[in-house]
């Protein structure tokens, strides 16, 4: 435990089972209470985090001491942990992925194809790679912008006016010209005036800025349940939008003099303007389909290269007179790439087969028939007679074993390949260039 309270909870892996025993409790244990209650305190105070990333924690008693069971689901993410001495954040606890493999720096580069969830009632201690979603910014935005408009912020702002007396910043250049068309115009002048007003400049880019946060929270990706508490301040602040003008803006300078809560404000536009956010939430993604759109990412670049077609996800329709409950709609592969007439079909699978590839466990062999009975069912969309697939899994290093299946009524073939690639961004372009060579699309 540090000098600042955070406590460092470690990196779980997916689809896994570990033990906290009592060492990891200690700084925690109270004199009136056995440390089998302070273990109960802790997951009872954390059940609700824990669930979120499908993760179950359970006291049990082992070699007659209590202990903390976690099981973790498909689930990567980070999610605080509460001390159970005073129900405060103590730490995060990170779920990665099961061979250890980075991916901290993949989060940013795969982007919004990733099917990130983030929870806003969950805060972070630490520093995370998945930025929290904007509408959170937005929130805040618009809490604090009744605020800041409760202060009445007023500005000196230079107007032109149409008066009857000339002043000393009559634009002359103006007057010459128009009463030189209309004579009948000489006792009129525009004269510029320095005004106290609360409907300046600044504020119209603040109103800008406003329009776009309100334009967020109307989102169907902000979830129902926030869109409900701020509906109210939503729809009046649309109508006081009505009857301002705004003024386009990148940037809102904070300067020195602005009120305090003008400068929040203002910090606040620049991280909607940038499209970010300081916000540090718990969040989770499903690490298959993270492996899948990794897969993805690296084929689009090699396929676009060679000058075929990368098409992620599609779909294969199934249609029934009367389908059943447990009837598929469609069948989807992760990928297929075209060129021409010739074609690969390739799933992506984040599972431990070449991991194990001396284990002759009968679970490996089903999930093995499983992955490639589905391959070949969505290479029987393909016209071609010598079919092209390729079984995708993660692997410390590049590796490529190939497959022939030959029927002898058909005279049909396929050629189907398992290939291990490393999740790394570092060995991203080494993977693109091994996968150039793999994939072959002459006859």
């Given at each position: 435990m540090s000098r600042s309270g955070i406590i460092a909870f470690g990196r779980l892996s997916t689809r896994s089972a570990v033990v906290w025993d009592t060492g990891r409790f200690r700084q925690w244990k109270w004199r009136d209470r056995s440390m089998e209650s302070v273990m109960q305190r802790f997951v009872a105070l954390n059940r609700t985090n824990f669930q979120f990333l499908g993760i179950n924690a359970v006291v049990e008693t082992r070699n007659c001491k209590p202990v903390v069971s976690l099981?973790?689901?498909?689930?990567?993410?980070?999610?605080?942990?509460?001390?159970?001495?005073?129900?405060?954040?103590?730490?995060?606890?990170?779920?990665?992925?099961?061979?250890g493999e980075k991916i901290d720096d993949l989060i940013p580069l795969l982007g919004d194809s990733l099917d990130k969830q983030c929870n806003d009632a969950m805060r972070l201690v630490n520093d995370t790679p998945v930025n929290a979603p904007i509408y959170v910014e937005c929130c805040k935005y618009v809490d604090l912008y009744l605020e800041a408009r409760r202060q009445h912020w007023h500005k000196f702002?230079?107007?032109?006016?149409?008066?009857?007396?000339?002043?000393?910043?009559t634009l002359w250049t103006e007057y010459a010209l128009r009463t030189a068309s209309d004579p009948l115009q000489k006792l009129v002048y525009?004269?510029?005036?320095?005004?106290l007003t609360t409907d300046h400049i600044e504020w119209r880019k603040l109103n800008y800025v406003l329009a776009l946060a309100l334009h967020e929270l109307q989102s169907t990706q902000v979830p129902l349940s926030t869109r409900m508490i701020y509906a109210g301040r939503i729809h009046s602040l649309l109508i006081t939008l009505r009857n301002s003008e705004l003024v386009k803006t990148s940037v809102l300078p904070v300067e020195a003099r602005d009120p305090?809560?003008?400068?929040?404000?203002?910090?606040?536009?620049?991280?909607?303007?940038?499209?970010?956010?300081?916000?540090?939430?718990?969040?989770?993604?499903?690490?298959?389909?993270?492996?899948?759109?990794y897969v993805q990412y690296v084929l689009r670049d090699v396929v676009t290269r060679k000058g075929g077609v990368a098409v992620s996800n599609p779909h294969y329709d199934v249609s029934m007179r009367q389908r059943p409950q447990w009837g598929l709609a469609c069948l989807e592969p992760d990928v297929v790439l075209q060129k021409g007439d010739v074609q690969w079909v390739i799933d992506a699978k984040y599972k431990s087969h070449l991991y194990n590839w001396y284990d002759s466990g009968e679970a490996l062999k089903d999930a093995f028939r499983h992955d490639l009975h589905q391959v070949l069912a969505y290479c029987s969309f393909n016209p071609m007679i010598e079919k092209r697939a390729a079984l995708i899994y993660p692997y410390s290093t590049f590796t490529v074993h190939c497959m022939k299946l030959y029927s002898s009524v058909t005279r049909a073939s396929a050629s189907v390949y398992l290939v291990g690639i490393p999740i790394d961004r570092s060995m991203i372009a080494r993977i693109e260039s091994r996968l150039a060579q793999l994939i072959d699309f002459s006859r």
């Open positions: 099981t973790t689901s498909n689930y990567a993410g980070a999610i605080p942990l509460f001390s159970p001495m005073n129900g405060k954040p103590a730490g995060d606890l990170v779920v990665g992925g099961s061979y702002a230079n107007v032109v006016k149409t008066q009857h007396h000339p002043s000393s910043a525009k004269n510029k005036c320095n005004v305090l809560p003008i400068k929040r404000l203002k910090q606040l536009g620049n991280h909607i303007l940038d499209n970010k956010t300081q916000e540090k939430m718990a969040w989770r993604m499903d690490y298959a389909q993270f492996f899948e759109r």
